[in-house]
């Protein structure tokens, strides 16, 4: 079986609910960055101000998110 994410069709809004990131056994609320977010430790990487192995174990967190928290 192959699980692809870039085709997933609720790909970035049910993230947080799949089955697939208990299975690759990410730390809770941690994600794979997305492209752009890989670009970025890239080019953090190719100048010096993270190291290789800081760049390739680099993951996104979900926060959790409190409906009734006010910011005002």
């Not at 085709?7 to 089955?19: L, N």
């Not at 800081?54 to 996104?60: H, I, L, M, P």
Request: some cysteine.
């Amino acid at each position: 079986m192959r699980i692809d994410c870039e085709t997933c069709p609720v790909r970035d809004r049910q993230c947080a609910e799949c089955m697939v990131t208990a299975l690759l056994q990410l730390a809770p609320l941690e994600q794979r960055l997305d492209e752009e977010e890989r670009r970025a430790v890239d080019v953090l990487a190719s100048v010096g101000l993270i190291t290789a192995h800081e760049a390739v174990s680099a993951t996104a967190r979900i926060e959790p998110w409190d409906p009734l928290r006010s910011t005002g």
